[in-house]
């Protein structure tokens, strides 16, 4: 019996995707890691799924308050639906996770935020195949090479002109920011304004002054693309403003963005630690030391108990964060809690089954070496490790975390 054990979806939900981790991502991660590119076939077969790109925008009703199968009855489930299936996405390979849904950070915004209108021009700009006859992605850019953490300090500018909204500034570190079909850029519309001037605007590749710019070398999670995008006076209809400005609250709904993806990013930690953690106790059961079995010696049976402590605490604040998004409960310090402690699991365990292996996982290639290097950056993104204990730390004494 574990934390998926009264609910049926949640537990085929895993099941199905730990299959396909085992049996389709495994195969390609190493070699998607060493060439740096995306698992576009894979992604193609993942769409076909279900795993889509406009997954979290067509999910919407459950994410506001209506039940998903249309049964007010049941119990909602759609945020532990996710963490569940992104672990065991990450299991396979954390970066062909993020490249099979990292357009949902572009869709979390729309989906929270857009019209009825706007939902469905972003769904009509993911439709169908791009120029390579890739499936289109989308890509979310806040970002910038000056502001990444504090948000409120945006330079990028959306100037009003008529109809239209013109854009101004650099983004860095986009996912699928060089190949993206649709983006949903934040600009301040008001400088003068501050964080209060900051909104989200979905803009079409092909837009004059919407420039792809380029691709980074990354030290992890390298089958997902990250890259700059550049805007040059790029003009954007007003009717692209997420939301319609009237009912937008800007910058404070971009935080709540983050509130409702940071336990699936806390996930993908704690399956990366796992997969880290199944290696070792494979490698333990079968090898001995000086003629005893590895597992008896106490030094590696306390590693491993250590590990697993770790990991199961991990999921079930992971787990606990997402209940509490699908039953509409406030979870901002539980998800900040969610994503800086499983990252810190990823990074430990990891860590630990290097030292453990000791110089055989240190050679290129080697799983756990390449587990090491992707679990670094979830310390990285989506909030550093230090700005979620400020957001624990001033939710404890009662101050508003964001
Ligand atoms: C692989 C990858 C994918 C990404 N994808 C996207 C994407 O799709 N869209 C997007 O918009 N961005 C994306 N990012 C950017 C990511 O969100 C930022 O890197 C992250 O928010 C940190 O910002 P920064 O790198 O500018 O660090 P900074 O904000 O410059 O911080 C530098 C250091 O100072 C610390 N620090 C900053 N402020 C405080 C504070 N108040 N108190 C204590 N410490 C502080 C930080 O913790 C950090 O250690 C991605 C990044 C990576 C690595």
């Not at 769409?47 to 889509?52: N, R």
């Not at 390579?132 to 002109?161: C, F, N």
């Not at 997420?242 to 937008?248: E, I, P, V």
Request: hydrophobic letters at 40%.
């Amino acid at each position: 019996m574990d934390i998926f054990h009264n609910n049926p979806m949640l537990a085929g939900v895993r099941q199905m995707l730990g299959a396909f981790a085992k049996q389709q991502i495994r195969p390609i991660a190493d070699q998607h890691d060493r060439d740096e590119s995306m698992p576009w076939d894979l992604m193609k077969m993942a769409q076909g799924f279900g795993m889509t790109q406009t997954a979290v925008v067509d999910g919407r009703k459950a994410l506001t308050g209506k039940d998903e199968e249309g049964d007010a009855a049941k119990p909602k489930s759609q945020a532990r639906i996710g963490c569940a299936g992104s672990e065991e996405l990450a299991y396979g390979c954390a970066g062909i996770c993020l490249a099979i849904g990292g357009s949902g950070l572009a869709a979390s915004p729309v989906a929270r935020m857009g019209t009825e209108e706007q939902q469905q021009e972003f769904r009509r700009l993911l439709k169908g195949d791009d120029d390579h006859g890739h499936i289109k992605v989308a890509a979310m850019a806040l970002s910038e090479p000056s502001t990444g953490s504090d948000i409120s300090g945006l330079s990028t500018v959306a100037r009003p002109d008529g109809d239209h909204f013109v854009i101004n500034g650099h983004k860095q570190w986009i996912t699928n920011g060089a190949s993206a079909s649709v983006y949903v850029v934040w600009a301040n519309t008001d400088p003068s304004a501050g964080r209060a001037g900051v909104r989200g605007f979905i803009v079409a590749r092909g837009t004059p002054g919407l420039v792809p710019g380029r691709k980074e070398t990354k030290l992890g999670i390298r089958a997902s693309e990250t890259a700059q995008v550049h805007f040059e006076d790029c003009r954007v209809h007003k009717d692209m403003l997420l939301g319609g400005g009237a009912t937008s609250e800007g910058l404070s709904d971009t935080k709540k963005m983050l509130d409702s993806t940071r336990p699936m990013v806390g996930a993908q930690a704690v399956g990366i630690a796992r997969a880290a953690f199944d290696y070792l106790v494979e490698r333990v059961q079968g090898g001995t030391m000086q003629g005893t079995p590895l597992a008896h010696h106490q030094r590696v049976a306390f590693e491993l108990a250590e590990m697993e402590m770790e990991i199961q605490a991990a999921r079930a604040l992971v787990h606990k964060a997402a209940w509490m998004a699908d039953h509409n409960m406030d979870n901002v310090r539980m998800a900040s809690m969610a994503k800086a402690y499983g990252a810190k699991v990823a990074q430990d365990v990891t860590s630990r089954a290097l030292t453990l292996l000791g110089e055989e996982a240190l050679e290129s290639g080697h799983p756990v070496e390449k587990w090491y290097r992707d679990a670094k950056i979830y310390d990285i993104f989506e909030g550093t490790g230090q700005i979620q204990r400020r957001i624990i730390a001033r939710s404890i004494f009662g101050v508003n975390p964001t």
